[in-house]
């Protein structure tokens, strides 16, 4: 991610995190999408003077060391927002969700960068989760302007 980038989405994604719920002191999700959004998000919230924390969940427990699952020093019963890049099926983030419970965690709620409106909010709101998304594909594909196709379904924006 881009320096500008990692402000943007630090910036706006604190602000999401505080006004979703200001009792979380915790962000993170599935490496490696939620990585440089959570790390962001900590990032602001030190300048703000509101410490937010960043953790990251391995897709599996390692094979050697310690074994770790989360990484990043959170709490058992920690607070917190799973984060997810781009929602599609829901399927990462729910997966981070049971991992987190386990441990003991309250995921307060699920906050996406992109929340790609195929299925992956409903299926987050049937397991009892709150989906807060920063854009939605429609909104973005808006702002891209007219596609034309090129070739074999590849479009182009004009």
Known sequence: MSAEGQYLVGSLGFRTVREADAGVSWVGGLTL??????????????????EVNAFTVRKE??????????????????????????????????????????????????????????????RIRDRGYRLVSLFRAAELLETRGPQRTVRNGMTRQR
């Open 61 to 122: 427990a390692k094979t050697h060391g310690l074994a770790r699952r989360i990484e990043g020093g959170l709490p058992d019963g920690a607070r917190v927002i799973v984060i997810e890049d781009t929602i599609t099926s829901g399927a990462s983030a729910l997966r981070a969700v049971d991992v987190l419970e386990k441990r003991g965690c309250d995921v307060r709620a699920i906050l996406t960068l992109i929340d790609r409106e195929e299925g992956g909010a409903l």
């Open 33 to 50: 999408g939620a990585d440089p959004i959570a790390y962001a998000i900590a990032h602001r919230s030190w300048l703000e003077g509101e």
